[in-house]
């Protein structure tokens, strides 16, 4: 369960070549307000390539509003 006040996002890393969501991990949203650039491993093309946070909402930090 997540703590009242939770700042820790949890984003997707897109691959820039072979654009497959492969890596999930938490950004501190004030801290880094800006788009994370990662060079990880693509095991598809078997190298290192750049990582890029998606854009795409995974559902998992949006508090649903209240139907009426």
Do not use: C, Q, W
Request: hydrophobic content about 25%.
């Amino acid at each position: 369960m997540a703590k009242k006040g939770e700042k820790r996002k949890i984003i997707g890393m897109v691959s820039e070549e072979s654009k497959e969501r492969i890596y999930y991990t938490t950004k501190n949203t004030v801290n880094t307000p800006d788009k994370l650039e990662l060079r990880k491993y693509s095991p598809k093309l078997r190298k290192h390539v750049l990582f890029v946070e998606t854009k795409k909402n995974l559902g998992r930090n949006e508090v649903k509003p209240k139907k009426r």
